[in-house]
Nanobody, 123 residues
Framework: QVQLIESGGGLVQAGGSLRLSCAAS????????MGWFRQAPGKEREFVAA????????YNEDSVKGRFTISRDNSKNTVYLQMNSLNPDDTAVYYC????????????????WGQGTQVTVSS
């Protein structure tokens, strides 16, 4: 069982930056692949980025376009999402998620989820 708690969301102007953090409980964090997803009102949950147990990274290039960076610190049981050059289309609730084995862009393959953190980008 893994419990995930996101933080770092907030209100930012277009062009600004935020860093989201996701702290995980338990001693097995390093064995999980981690993902970030987001969901805007009235839209489906969307894959943002994922990082494997060994640091392999995938992004939703259509949405991220080189602006976001995912990273993890296994010594702190934490995964991060650095978001730069934010625009109003990035407004959403951002969720982190954990799954065993490899990464995936499909949200339904993840086993554990945080409660989400709101990111609002004003124009």
């Amino acid at each position: 069982q893994v419990q995930l708690i996101e933080s770092g969301g907030g209100l930012v102007q277009a062009g600004g930056s935020l860093r989201l953090s996701c702290a995980a409980s338990g001693r097995t964090f390093s064995t999980y692949a981690m993902g970030w997803f987001r969901q805007a009102p009235g839209k489906e949950r969307e894959f943002v980025a994922a990082i494997s147990r060994t640091g392999g990274i995938t992004y939703n290039e259509d949405s991220v376009k080189g602006r976001f960076t995912i990273s993890r610190d296994n010594s702190k049981n934490t995964v991060y999402l650095q978001m730069n050059s934010l625009n109003p289309d990035d407004t959403a609730v951002y969720y982190c998620a954990a799954k065993q084995y490899g990464t995936s862009g499909h949200w339904n393959l993840y086993d554990f989820w945080g409660q989400g953190t709101q990111v609002t980008v004003s124009s």
